[in-house]
């Protein structure tokens, strides 16, 4: 590697982590407070919300790196322009092409980035965060044991405790189911125990809510009559209120490259997705790694195209944008049919066929000649002496 372009490759790594740290912070912080609020609202850690959290962290960078490259080419662009550097080097017979290379070398880098992260990283951080969510939803006592507070552990539902006691007994709990529009069903006991209870033809304990000395009142919303009973001994299944516990669930997203690509009907068997959809996440992790570097090379080629202008380079980086949006948007179009017709999944590639093409016609159109005088050629950027 040339020594300029190990220096113009630095630039962009410094940028590139620089970009990556910031937007990453930005995304994931978001996202983090989010769901910082729903783990802690329903009784969770703050190690439990800060595991889900760190996994959470490979699909934002994954998101972030086509982005943060791109910028990082952009704006060192920018300033090798704006410091005169690049017309130094034009002025020496390097062209345009040969500038490129050092953003090539970027751009492969990014792209290995991204590859590591779509193949090895996102894969193992969904799995795991699918396993963490699963046993969320078994703990019960997590979420449900909490009192003096009025917990909402799915939308219509109310549930309340007013003492719990070291040996587990729940004092004064209220109940109130109001899913059903057509009837709202209040539960209160002076006492309660949590028990995991299975049925006869099950293999799975069920949590169920054992209340004593309490009654139900039942709402009929359309007659306006209410109904009272009241019972010595009462069993809740829980599952009513957060849902059906079984076997974590199966993804195409969860699972190896190789398996996706070379075990295709039994991956379409275990998640019961189509074909088109796991042939989109096994080459979409492809094309990704390629956007990034066509995202690169775009910044690039935008940038020394536009030549030299006293208001700025605003045009270039526009220009530069739109291309971008051009590419995701071909992304998702192509996604999409992939996704209902698995025999054009080389369609999932066309994004990054298109950006790099995008790129390559920047590139000649920044180092085209034009004869001034009769013969003699002069940069487009550059005044004719």
Do not use: C, K
């Amino acid at each position: 590697m040339a020594r300029f372009d190990r220096y113009l490759l630095s630039q962009f790594l410094l940028l590139f982590g620089f970009f990556a740290l910031v937007l990453v912070s930005i995304f994931w912080i978001n996202s983090a407070v989010r769901l910082f609020d729903r783990l802690i609202g329903d009784g969770q850690s703050m190690g439990i919300v800060f595991q889900i959290t760190l996994l959470s962290l490979p699909r934002v960078i994954g998101m972030i790196l086509p982005i943060a490259g791109f910028a990082a080419v952009v704006y060192v662009t920018n300033r090798l322009s704006s410091d005169s550097e690049l017309v130094v080097l034009r002025a020496t017979g390097i062209s345009h092409w040969r500038l490129a290379r050092g953003v090539l070398y970027f751009g492969i880098f990014v792209a290995l980035a991204a590859s590591i992260i779509a193949h090895v990283l996102l894969p193992l951080s969904r799995q795991e965060l699918s396993n963490r969510q699963q046993e969320l939803t078994q703990d019960v006592s997590a979420r449900l044991l909490s009192d003096g507070t009025f917990l909402h552990p799915t939308d219509g539902v109310t549930f309340y405790i007013r003492q719990i006691d070291p040996n587990g007994t729940l004092n004064d709990i209220f109940l109130s189911d109001r899913r059903n529009p057509t009837r709202t069903e209040d539960y209160t006991a002076r006492r309660a125990y949590l028990l995991n209870a299975a049925e006869e033809d099950e293999d799975t304990p069920r949590p169920t809510l054992i209340m004593l000395d309490g009654m139900i009142q039942s709402l009929n919303e359309e007659t306006m009559r209410l109904t009272v009973t009241r019972f010595e001994d009462f069993s809740y299944d829980l599952t009513q209120m957060i849902g059906d516990v079984g076997a974590p669930e199966q993804s195409a997203e969860y699972l190896p490259t190789r398996e996706l690509l070379f075990d295709t009907e039994a991956v379409m068997a275990a998640t019961g997705e189509s074909r088109g959809t796991v042939l989109e996440e096994a080459h979409g992790r492809f094309r990704d790694a390629g956007v990034a570097l066509a995202a690169a090379l775009i910044g690039f080629g935008a940038m020394v195209a536009g030549g030299y202008s006293r208001f700025g380079a605003w045009r270039q980086i526009v220009l530069a944008v739109v291309m971008l949006v051009v590419v995701e948007f071909l992304n998702n179009v192509t996604a999409g049919i992939v996704r209902d017709n698995a025999a054009l999944w080389p369609l999932i590639y066309l994004p990054v066929v298109v950006g790099i093409g995008m790129a390559m016609a920047l590139l000649w159109w920044a180092g085209r000649t034009r004869r001034i005088n009769g013969g003699d050629t002069a940069d487009p950027g550059m005044a004719p002496a």
